[in-house]
């Protein structure tokens, strides 16, 4: 089982690709996840017959592929309730136009499959958004009937979504994720139900999220592992602090009084070497991408050390009992 160690690009979208690439190559990278924010344009792969073989191109000079495009701030707009914040998202020209940047974001969503396929790439990594994340809360009361509202209206907006990939023959993978419409263990499962479990929805699964939540990451991925379509090593470190609470007050990422903070990979409590083990059972093959967010380490070092952490753990399942050599004829 040959794992492609890869980079979320999202993380380095100050760098042109052909820097990303070259720089990539030179931490160890096998591979890139790329963000369509900021290394992959969507529209450009769509009506400009050059581009997709422009970006295979800096790709394979550099001895690098890409298997999943990562369309998580695109995602975000189909399903939030618009503030001012999702206007960093879409287009500058839809600014304050909550309508407006739905429907971009759905139809750039649809062309994102579209583009894809084009690609090669056979995975979208990405975010849904969620209309009821603010009521997580349960007070001001929160009635079951606003959160079944909520999952209804994720599924009436994503549907038409998911009939296009599977026309196109890609899978989506929902990074679960605070803001989500599934954030945890339980929301996943309701989110799979409400599609049926649809083969286009699947889980672009991510640790760090969970841990800090309390949720068991490897029992996670035991129990969603045919789900499982794309993951991110990404580490997340809890901080014993008497002050701090786990909604993070407000502090930046970063800040050494917050209750947990994400960490490069290897310094922090996400049990890796068990996500392994449960992704070895389950077969899964594909890219271990390393989203390397931490606010406290020069980031060429510490995407550097990630990446060289990956592959040692990267191990392959045994072939045989460790003690059948100790059977009796």
């Known amino acids: 089982m040959s794992r492609l160690i890869t980079l979320a690009s999202g993380q380095f979208g100050d760098l042109s690709l052909e820097k990303l690439c070259v720089l990539a190559r030179k931490m160890g990278y096998e591979g890139l996840e790329l963000a369509t924010h900021a290394h992959f344009n969507v529209q450009k792969a769509l009506s400009d017959s050059s581009y997709i073989p422009y970006v295979k191109k800096v790709l394979s000079d550099n001895g690098l592929e890409c298997r999943a495009i990562s369309a998580h701030l695109t995602g975000q707009c189909v399903g939030d309730l618009y503030d001012e914040r999702l206007d960093n998202f ?39 958004g969620s209309p009821i994340w603010a009521r997580w809360y349960s007070y001001p009361q929160t009635s079951e009937a606003m959160i079944e509202h909520g999952f209804q209206l994720i599924k009436e907006l994503w549907t038409p979504i998911f009939d296009v990939f599977d026309e196109q023959g890609v899978l989506f993978a929902l990074e679960v994720h605070p803001t989500e419409i599934a954030f945890d263990y339980y929301t ?80 922090g409590d996400v049990d890796f070497d068990g996500i392994i083990r449960v992704l070895n059972e389950a077969g899964y093959a594909g890219p271990l991408s390393v989203e390397w967010e931490d606010s406290g380490m020069e980031r060429e070092f510490g995407a550097t050390e990630s990446c060289a952490y990956v592959k040692k753990i990267n191990f392959e399942p045994s072939s045989i009992a460790f003690d059948a050599a100790l059977m009796t004829k």
């Open 90 to 128: 879409a287009p500058s020209r839809l600014a304050g136009k909550p309508r407006e940047i739905r429907e971009w974001a759905i139809g750039e969503m649809k062309d994102t499959a579209r583009a894809a396929a084009l690609f090669g790439v056979k995975v979208v990594t990405g975010f849904t």
């Open 188 to 267: 996943t499962r309701r989110l799979l139900s409400v599609f049926d479990r649809r083969p286009a929805l699947g889980l672009n699964f991510d640790p760090s999220h969970l841990v800090w939540q309390g949720v068991n990451e490897v029992t996670f991925a035991r129990d969603f592992a045919d789900r499982i379509y794309h993951v991110h090593m990404k580490d997340v470190k809890m901080n014993k602090h008497e002050n701090a609470g786990i909604l993070g007050s407000f502090l930046p990422f970063g800040d050494s009084r917050r209750a947990w903070n994400f960490v490069s990979v290897g310094h």
